[in-house]
């Protein structure tokens, strides 16, 4: 072993869906199966490319003040960044500096422990129960910061807002972060209870129910203080973080609320004749409140479904980890893309038991 090798930082990294460049039916990272907003395509139509000449606004402002407007809140209580992933890693590194453990659930998004192990962050994982619930009293222990997403991912389950604020107002000596990637799917959102705790922050996405996956945009809203802690990182890292063109088409994404209500609304009935369809074919699962279901069936393993639809051209999402491994999360395309895999697995069950019998 070369002796540089020992100070080298040596991390295991998140691993995301893939993105086949071949035609499939892409049901396995959660995007939104619409195009964003016309009016993001008329902007991006107008750009100046000679403004690419000049660094972008640091403080991306055109952004903030759209979101503070559509949140009702002031510009001072908005940070955005590339993705919420970028949001949520600047929180990590702002917020979780604690001897203590950050707590977040044993099944949720596993980029969680992945910005733990980079930082050195110490945490632990209380366990989801049975039917995969956050057990709100494992949250009220000694901890250097709480994080979880809601509605939760990958089961999809959304817990009431009361059951999220007991957990903010038993830890008000920490922060506590809700990952609301999926939160325009579900119900009432955590940003109501922002004037009301200090230590909360609510972290929101464009890539899921604004169909912008592709652009990189995601945002934080707190109070004044821990966004100016949140941007004080920031410029220590990158001062540019939004490039001009995410800036324009995501202030044009904000404001077309019309469209987004439209489209949601559209994934929403899918969503409830999928679960109609998946139940039928004898499929189990949490009730999904995102645009997804985590869905298991009793006679196959999901390694078995995952393959054969793999097979087939239709992608969705499989971890062979505990607790998870029977599961299949399935993103809600269009309805012709859900109408696909339904076939394609009643087709597979048919074979199946012809062969049986
Ligand atoms: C998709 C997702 C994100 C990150 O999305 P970005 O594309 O980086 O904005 C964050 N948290 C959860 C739980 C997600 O599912």
Redesign the pocket.
Known sequence: MKAFEKNIRKVVPYVPGEQPQNKVVKLN??ENPYPPSPKVREALQKIDTERFRLYPDPTSGGLVEALAEYYHVEPEQVFVG???????SMCFLTFFNSEKPVLFPDV??S?YKVWAELYRIPYECPKLDAEFRIVKDDYKRENGGIIF?NP??PTAIYEELDVVEEIIRENQDVIVIV?E??VDFAGRSAMELIAKYENLIV?Q????ARSM?GM???YAISNPRLIRYLNDVKYSFNSYTMDQTALVCGVEAVKDQEYFVRTTKTILETREWAKKELAGLGFVFPDPRANFIFARHPAYTGRELFEMLKQKNIYVRHWDTERIADYLRITIGTKEEMQQLFDCLRDYMEEESHLIL
């Open positions: 990272t959660n590339v993705g919420s992933d970028d949001v949520l949720t998004y980029f997403p939760n991912a990952d990637a999926y972290v996405t464009f890539s899921k996956a990189r945009i995601g």
